[in-house]
């Protein structure tokens, strides 16, 4: 049996990003034990640290934009974009908890920018009211606030370690699996185990995400036994892919900008049917980042993915981009419109990072970017399997086939807030498993990838991302979905056979790879099912919504094809 070493902890929180840094706040407020594991740097990774947007949109309905604001308004524009796809419960506490959150956030320093005193908002994707308020540099203040907070209570931390599995006994959570900078061991017995890893986006070759956003605990969380729920419900859009990534606001549609491809000829205009033009899908995608397959905005994202799908784009794989020849003063003179407000952040911006956006030419490219889908929660955060709580991006119900933007770094502070309050609590009742060998497991899984090597991990990595490109992102028909399948297996058998994993960072990033199959397999399960098109999900081969399809798929290895179906908010 190799070596390994034993740590104990009441509550161990997965993760630093946003959701974990208020779960660690929370869980030692109500006098927890706290441990955090992170696989990178503390307070330096995940996509809360990551900042490729300008700003980051937070959701408030204070009224700030809108004097008829409220959360009953909020909870229905959440639920409608849902599209029966959510946890109304979980919406409920959301909306109703918002403002609080955001008076938290301001106590430990975090500033929500204001213009002539008032707090600056506008209407983010999918909403009917401004109510986006403002954060500059993305939610790096979140980290720094909340992290220096961590840091300052003496959290304990323990960082360059990776989480592998949970340890599960009986339908309860009982801590985890890890592997440290050097590849050895390590078993985490914890009271409540808290995932905050985030999403699953690095599964794309084109995404916004930083590259520890792996699937890990949407993967580890399937292999022990919860319930993962709405995961075909991933988040796609236009995002700037040269000469930097950055996010493509939707304000900046209203611009109408300029989409070329390889030969410099527009290409969105072939993909549209005869009773629509460009300026009414343009309109319409001015409402909304993500792709979503419920509207007309649909054929932007369609008609770029096709244009490189079929080798039209860009030797980098993008199309181009610019905004020559528009009539800025007219567009930024109508203050009513969100453009006019976000026009200076965004323009400088860019321009600090060189590129001047009257006059150049950038390339865009559909990205993924949040996943609304993952583990099935209840009020409390907690999972079916006790003691394992899921937070923010990692888990599901307060989102469904479309998010409101702004509602995904509110959703990581309102549930990681309850997650840590309920992991201490829970833990202040229980004691620690009392199995004392419990490292078999560990073996066995790491055992796996006992090959022989010759294979890459990072070119296993770069080839399943293009196939994921081809097949899962944007465009989906059911030929494509089995292809993916189909590939996603040989992958794997070429992972556990072959990949050199002489070095600890090669082991780390086979294990990334494993789970980022996992996900794949787990999205694309549910994508071939859903034989119709909602939200972010589109199949070309059913690209209408379907009345039979008015529940979610919850992913339960246990089960027959390992997924049942329901709605989400059955769960007791
Ligand atoms: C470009 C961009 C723009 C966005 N804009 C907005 C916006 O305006 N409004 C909004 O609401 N949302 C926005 N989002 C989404 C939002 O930022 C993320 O969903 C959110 O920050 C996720 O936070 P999190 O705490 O769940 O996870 P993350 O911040 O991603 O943190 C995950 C943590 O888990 C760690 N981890 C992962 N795997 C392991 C493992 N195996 N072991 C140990 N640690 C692990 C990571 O290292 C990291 O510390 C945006 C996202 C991006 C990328």
């Not at 161990?12 to 006098?31: M, N, W």
């Not at 799908?309 to 020559?324: H, L, R």
């Not at 549930?415 to 078999?440: P, V, W, Y």
Request: net charge negative.
């Amino acid at each position: 049996m190799p070596k390994y070493r034993e740590i104990h902890t009441d509550v161990l929180v997965v993760g630093s990003g946003g959701t974990a840094l208020r779960a660690i706040l929370e869980a030692d407020d109500a006098g927890a034990e706290v441990l955090a594991v992170i696989k990178g740097a503390f307070r330096k990774s995940g996509a809360t640290f990551h900042s490729v947007a300008e700003v980051g949109a937070f959701n408030v309905p204070d009224g700030a934009g809108d004097p008829e604001d409220n959360p009953e308004v909020y909870s229905a524009d959440i639920l409608r974009a849902a599209q029966g796809m959510a946890d109304d419960r979980l919406v409920s506490i959301l909306a109703n908890e918002a403002y609080d959150t955001m008076k938290y956030l301001e106590r430990h320093g975090v500033h929500f920018e204001k213009k002539d005193g008032n707090y600056l908002v506008f209407r983010a994707c999918f909403s009917s009211k401004p109510r986006s308020h403002v954060i500059k540099d993305h939610f790096k203040p979140v980290i720094k606030a909340l992290g220096g907070e961590a840091s300052r209570r003496g959290i304990k931390v323990l960082d360059q370690l990776m989480i592998v599995n949970l340890i599960a006994r009986d339908g309860q959570c009982w801590g985890a699996y890890a592997i440290d900078a050097d590849g050895q061991s390590v078993v985490i017995r914890a009271k409540s185990t808290i995932l905050t890893t985030g999403g699953a986006s690095q599964l794309f070759a084109t995404n916004l995400y930083p590259t520890d956003i792996t699937g890990d605990g949407y993967a580890m969380a399937y292999r022990a036994g919860a319930h993962l729920a709405n995961m075909e419900f991933m988040q796609a859009g236009v995002s700037i892919t040269e000469p930097f990534i950055n996010l493509f606001g939707n304000y900046l549609w209203d611009a109408e900008p300029n989409l070329t491809d390889r030969n410099g000829e527009r290409f969105i205009e072939r993909h549209l049917p005869d009773n629509l033009s460009l300026s009414q899908v343009i309109a319409e995608k001015e409402r909304h980042f993500p792709f979503s397959s419920s509207d007309i905005s649909k054929y932007i994202e369609i008609s770029i993915q096709k244009t490189i799908n079929s080798g039209a784009g860009t030797d980098e794989g993008g199309v181009y981009m610019d905004f020559i020849g528009r009539d800025f003063d007219a567009i930024l003179a109508d203050e009513s419109r969100s453009i006019a407000n976000m026009w200076p952040l965004t323009y400088d911006w860019y321009k600090e990072r060189g590129v001047d956006l009257y006059t150049d030419k950038v390339q865009i490219a559909c990205s993924a970017h949040a996943i609304n889908g993952g583990l099935r929660i209840d009020t409390d955060a907690q999972s079916n399997l006790k003691g394992l709580f899921a937070a923010g991006e990692t888990a599901a119900g307060p989102h469904g086939a479309d998010r409101l933007g702004g509602n995904m770094a509110l959703t990581c502070q309102v549930f990681g807030a309850r997650a840590g309050r309920a992991a201490a609590l829970r833990a202040q009742n229980t004691g620690h498993l009392e199995i004392s060998d419990i490292f078999e497991e560990q073996a066995e899984y790491l055992a796996r990838f006992g090959g022989k090597g010759g294979s890459d991990v990072h070119d296993i990595r770069k080839r399943l991302q293009a196939v994921a490109n081809r097949h899962l992102l944007i465009i989906r028909n059911e030929q494509g979905l089995k292809d993916f399948l189909l590939a996603t297996e040989e992958l794997r058998e070429e992972l556990y056979a072959a990949a050199d994993i002489s070095e600890p960072d090669r082991l780390k990033l086979a294990i990334e790879n494993d789970n980022l199959i996992e996900v794949a397999q787990i999205m694309t399960r549910a994508a071939l099912y859903r034989q119709e098109s909602r939200g972010g999900h589109y199949r070309e081969d059913f690209p209408t919504a379907s009345d039979d399809h008015l529940h979610s798929v919850i992913h339960d290895r246990t089960v027959e094809n390992g997924y049942f179906t329901s709605p989400l908010v059955e769960m007791n």
